[in-house]
């Protein structure tokens, strides 16, 4: 039988300003960045402070004794600028006239250049005609790596031409810039490339036999062999295969760019510091930068409006304009106190980090470098470990060496127990042999409770000997 009743119960849920708390301490400065223009954009309530603290007063900044931008005019008042002259340039505009290409710079911005169009532009002042055209449709087929991939039996069905035609339009390709490219195997864009180097007078004869002649033996590297056959000695042999490998390209269009293109036209992602470690007398000081998003506060006719309504006696029948006061008020004040708490998290995770790694802030180096768990700063601090997270996710920090490095680091085993034991074996001296037991010791001065059992099982992973065997 289907019955209603009623059952009273608790159930957790999250509160939203928690959540809002917990998504900007995430947020890299970026990110905040944008939501801080967004919040501003949506909240009426909620807008940028002025920098100029005279902006809202209707004095004349001469006529205020207390002011010192006053000050500041009275001083420049003394100097004497001669102003500058604008000559007023006559420009009338047509709709119905032709657009200047001339004036139209985004029209001037040069656009990158791809490989098959830096090829076509050499082959447009070599060749003509015949050559021309089938040369330009070979381009087509050529891979990113420079190489021509085509079946050249099937071209002579679709451009309808003879073999010597379609081999002077490979041989043109061939000798375009970059050398190498238009090749159909590695072997002919060696040779393409050797000869081009023998022209600049730059070419090696050993290597470019070693090619010709002995491909299969050169590939097996067999020096010998190729030195009965070539009756040359190992050395010259050798020279010339160090010759093949470092000045030759078996990618030659890999390194193509605009031969106007200083670098990469790649963007590069520059990454900002969240934090600054700064090295005083007294020790280290920690600034949470701001990466230019400005100091917020309440618009004051909104702050003013809100005690209006709060000074009501009821508050059940209110207008929805009030609504509307109340909750952008409120909702300005919650994302203020979120930042401010963001600083706040974001400088005792640092003090702790900085406390704790004093020898890698000292040195820079990363063998200073103490275990640290995000659980252990969160005890320290008596907040949840997500929350350390959160604070350390996809930041930055500028240490005192002005090195740029992220907050991971210093939660990483970055120096693990077995690289120190690594280093310390390898500054061993002589005379004085380091037991595991002396191991263990170092490793509790840097941090590592482990113990010798653990330092002699890490020592044969790392296959080396004991003490005894070692100078044995």
């Not at 006559?90 to 250049?113: L, N, S």
């Not at 618009?299 to 508050?315: F, K, W």
């Not at 120096?415 to 002396?438: F, K, N, T």
Request: with cysteine; net charge negative; proline share 4%.
């Amino acid at each position: 039988m289907l019955t209603q009743r009623q059952v009273q119960g608790q159930r957790q849920r999250i509160d939203p300003k928690l959540i809002q708390a917990n998504t900007l301490l995430q947020f890299s400065g970026l990110e905040l960045e944008q939501a801080i223009e967004q919040e501003v954009l949506d909240n009426p309530a909620l807008e940028l402070e002025d920098d100029n603290p005279c902006s809202g007063c209707e004095l004349s900044p001469l006529g205020c004794s207390n002011c010192h931008y006053a000050e500041q005019s009275e001083d420049q008042s003394l100097i004497h600028v001669a102003e500058p002259v604008f000559q007023e340039l006559a420009y009338t505009f047509d709709p119905g006239a032709e657009p200047d290409d001339d004036d139209d710079f985004i029209g001037r911005i040069c656009a990158d250049v791809t490989l098959q169009e830096h090829l076509r532009q050499q082959l447009r002042n070599i060749a003509s005609g015949t050559a021309y055209e089938i040369g330009d449709y070979l381009i087509n087929y050529i891979n990113g790596s420079g190489y021509l991939e085509c079946d050249l039996t099937e071209l002579l069905l679709e451009l309808d031409a003879s073999d010597e035609e379609i081999a002077e339009a490979v041989s043109l390709i061939q000798t375009l810039d970059p050398p190498g490219v238009g090749a159909r195997d590695l072997r002919e864009c060696l040779l393409l490339q050797l000869k081009y180097l023998a022209d600049d007078g730059n070419g090696s004869r050993v290597a470019e036999c070693i090619v010709s002649e002995c491909w299969s033996e050169m590939v097996a590297r067999k020096i010998q062999i190729i030195a009965r056959r070539l009756k040359m000695k190992p050395e010259q042999v050798k020279d010339g295969l160090d010759f093949i490998q470092t000045k030759l390209n078996p990618y030659p269009a890999a390194g193509f760019r605009s031969p106007w293109t200083c670098g990469s036209t790649e963007a590069c992602n520059s990454v900002r510091p969240d934090i600054i470690i700064h090295k005083t007398l007294t020790g280290y000081e920690i600034e949470i930068v701001a990466n230019g998003y400005p100091a917020l506060a309440i618009n004051p006719h909104y702050a003013e409006l809100y005690n209006q309504v709060h000074q009501r006696p009821s508050r059940r029948r209110m207008s929805e304009d009030a609504r509307h006061i109340i909750n952008s008020v409120e909702r300005a004040e919650v994302f203020i106190n979120n930042l401010n708490q963001r600083r706040k998290t974001l400088r005792a995770i640092t003090k702790c980090i900085v406390e704790h790694q004093h020898g890698f802030l000292a040195t820079g180096s990363r063998l200073f470098l103490r275990p640290l768990t995000r659980a252990k700063v969160a005890k320290m601090l008596s907040i949840h470990e997500s929350t350390v997270s959160r604070a350390t996710a996809n930041k930055y920090a500028l240490l005192p060496s002005q090195e740029l490095v992220e907050l991971d680091l210093f939660f990483q085993s970055a120096q693990s127990a077995m690289d120190v034991i690594s280093d310390l074996l390898c500054a061993e001296d002589g005379s004085h042999r380091m037991s595991d037991r002396d191991i263990a010791e170092k490793l509790h001065e840097r941090g590592f409770i482990i113990s010798r059992r653990t330092v002699a099982k890490y020592r044969q992973a790392l296959r080396i000997l004991s003490s005894r065997q070692r100078y044995a």
